[in-house]
């Protein structure tokens, strides 16, 4: 690939994502419609996925974020229904889906229908996380889908490969097969479990955020290289590390946190993005190997496969909700109120992505209905993105899921800053009691206004709104603050072009004021 057209790929993705931010749609969506539209526009060169690029380089680090971004306790505490889709369901699917697929295409022998059954197996991680994002599901739901997707695809890739020799003749059998499935779980698992605790104590010992942000980039790699050297999950690795290094990542200096936080939110975005917009333009690809299908069967095993596919999720998320809770009594007791409505969302959710496609262009080209692997892959992909993406949003609707409660989870903030200002202000009476220590008053008094105004912002939210302009007290606030930063921005600029000051000191007063500015607006999410 040149360098103009990687430019443009890049830059043609962030477009249609940004454009997407405005609309209802989920972002992937739009990416993948985009790419089926510029698939086919004079001028646009042919993007072809290489595996040895999606599966090294672009999985590792989108598996980071999101991993690094997810909570530890909570997929501990939803262990089972996690593990029973990350693996029992993907190995499901892969016999269902791959059994399905042999009895239907004549000639298609049955390692290789399991090929393509491990191919489409496992749901997207970010698909998954970006519209669970954007619809606001309930937080046990969307732990649940991610949890899932940040695992299935080494299930995925593992059995893709016991497939893959089965289909070749080089298998060792069953037995075999299960052996390499064990050893690349239980081996990517150590791998992480060996990188993890080396890895958080060089970012502890680092003082230079641009070495810690260089250092971040590296782990997903680093974690990933490892394993797949050994013979392990690459995947199970990365997964490890980030869960270790997310869940200690307060151990970590501030300004890495801020600069850490920024460059992943800027890789994640880039990534997602061209990531979706690959999927749409590998149309003209996987349709110039169908020429000695019949039209008329390709289509009939496509929308067969895609049924099965479907079809699959469901009869093993129902058994897998409700079957733990028929036969244990403290499930029951701790997951109360689990109904039909879970399940049924959990089922549709099952969008594929890039990973399956990668995988489907690594099959070996000597491996029979390689073509066709790649047609009903692509099929797949794109029919559970549009259908099930686009019809999740009403069906939530429908179902009338109790949505996420922006009240409570303010109170629940409010209650827990309060207790940490309360702590705060405690440890400012013992220090300022220490010999040393000793503040003028109006500087002792600047730092309990400071821990008050911190105190007090959260529970501001929950007041009352200006009938007017709709903004709570804490609003006023900021925007007020941030008008007075303005102003203080504007004269500085003034008095650099007046060449009072040169533009050194004014990267520093502004650099002050940026980080004036982010205290005094709390973060948005998107």
Known sequence: MEVVQLVALVAGSAIVAGLARRTPVPAPLLLVAAGLVAAYLPG??????????????????????????????????????????SVGYVLFATVAVGYAAYLLVPGLSLPVAL????????????????????????????????????????????????????????SAGWAGGITEFLLASVGGVGVGLLL????HHLRKRLR????????????????????????????????????????????????????????????????ESVVFALIGLQLPVVLRGLGQYDSGDVVRYAVVVFLAVVVARFLWVFPATFVPRWVSRRIREREPGTTWKAP???????????????????????????????FL?????????????????????????????????????AQAQSEASRAAEERLT????????????????RLRTVLERRRNAVWERLGEVDAVTGESADDVYRRLAGEMIEAEREVFVALRDQRRIDDEMLRALLRRLDLEEAAAYREETA
């Open 115 to 170: 090929v393509l059954g491990a191919v489409i197996a496992p749901p997207d991680a970010v698909a998954a996380t970006a519209i669970a994002r954007k619809l606001g599901l309930p937080s046990r739901m969307t732990t649940i889908l991610q949890g899932e997707s940040l695992v299935n695809d080494a299930t995925a890739i593992t059995a893709y490969k016991v497939a893959l020799a089965a289909a070749v003749g080089v």
């Open 377 to 413: 892959t692509f099929t797949t992909v794109i029919g559970t993105l549009v259908v099930q993406g686009l019809t999740l949003p009403p069906l939530i609707r429908v179902l009338k899921l109790p949505p996420r409660d922006p009240h409570a989870e303010t109170l629940a903030e």
């Open 208 to 271: 230079e955020p641009l070495l810690q942000n260089t250092l971040s980039l590296l782990i997903p790699f680093v974690a990933y290289a490892a394993a797949e050297r050994v013979g392990a999950s690459g995947v199970l690795a990365v997964v490890v590390v980030a869960l270790y290094l997310g869940h200690r990542n307060w151990q970590v200096d501030f300004a890495t946190r801020l600069q850490e936080g920024a460059v992943w939110k800027m890789v994640a975005f880039i990534l």
């Open 344 to 374: 049924v969302v959990v089922g549709w959710a099952g969008m594929r992505g890039v990973v399956s496609l990668a995988i489907a262009f690594s099959v070996p080209v000597s491996v029979p209905h390689r073509d066709l692997i790649l």
């Open 430 to 445: 013992e220090l300022l009691a220490e010999p040393g220590n000793s503040l003028p008053p109006p500087l002792a008094e």
């Open 44 to 85: 646009v060169p042919s993007y072809a996925l290489d595996p040895h690029i999606v599966l090294p380089l672009l999985l590792p680090p989108l598996l980071y974020t999101a991993a690094v971004d997810s909570s530890y306790l909570d997929l501990r505490a939803n262990l089972r229904p996690v593990a029973l889709l």
């Open 196 to 199: 993890m605790v080396p890895i």
